[in-house]
């Protein structure tokens, strides 16, 4: 089974609109952190935004917010008033375990978001 | 300068050939990683390395080998190349001392294809 599924392969939005880029997860750990990170065409992954199973917030980072759902074992990237250098593939990943342990990421299989003028 | 650098950037070798990707990071890590991203796939963690003494298979080792010369590098072989390792390769470190986010710290990526 996947342990990151993201369903959408392609998205698109209007410029200065809001974005919302779906991740669900599976795991049985009860430590876990999930992690959006950002590929531009030209090739770099940069990191977005981290959630942490334990943190109780919502995390932000700018325009980024992620959307954690714990019980549904989702968390969303919401980008908020996207502009024309969003368009990027954007990666979701997991890390199971407690931080400073095995650091091993599992990614899903991206969302390529598209964003129109 | 990158904290991360991979060289090459870009190679294209023959099948059979032996190649070797490196991967060198100023960030003081202990820990580094080899991925490979497929179109359609995402990443998929080849090797890791939690220091100079200790490597680990990750979830596709087949066809690959590694050394960890020095903290500071890690590198990457392919013994004879075969065209399904056309990929992108990501080299990535992290400090286990970085908190509760202990972020993966990328390098630029080596495209590499096998003719």
């Known amino acids: 089974a996947q342990k990151i599924t993201q369903t959408q392969p392609g998205m698109f939005v209007q410029e200065k609109e809001a974005v919302t880029l779906d991740c669900t997860y599976d795991t049985s750990d009860p430590s876990y952190g999930l992690f959006w990170y950002k590929q531009p065409s030209s090739g770099e992954m940069i990191f977005l935004i981290y959630?942490?199973?334990?943190?109780?917030q919502n995390a932000t980072e700018g325009r980024y917010s992620l959307n954690f759902q714990k019980a549904r074992k989702s968390a969303n990237l919401v980008i908020s008033a996207s502009q024309l250098g969003d368009s990027a593939m954007y990666f979701c990943?997991?890390?199971?375990?407690?931080?400073?342990?095995?650091?091993?990421?599992?990614f899903g299989k991206g969302t390529k978001l598209t964003v129109n003028p | 300068d990158a904290d991360v650098t991979q060289t090459p950037r870009n190679r294209i070798t023959k099948t059979g050939k032996r190649i070797m990707l490196e991967c060198s990071q100023t960030k003081g890590h202990d820990r580094m990683y080899w991925y490979r991203q497929d179109p359609g796939l995402g990443l998929r963690l080849i090797y890791y390395s939690f220091d100079v003494k200790d490597i680990n298979k990750g979830e596709i080792s087949d066809g690959y080998s590694v050394s960890r010369q020095a903290q500071a590098k890690f590198s990457l072989s392919l013994e004879s190349a075969i065209p399904n390792q056309t990929a992108l390769y990501f080299c990535a470190t992290s400090d286990p001392s970085g908190g509760a986010l202990n972020e993966q710290f990328f390098g630029p990526g080596t495209r590499l294809t096998v003719l």
């Open positions: 990943a997991m890390r199971e375990g407690r931080p400073g342990g095995s650091e091993k990421l599992v």
């Open positions: 959630q942490g199973s334990y943190d109780q």
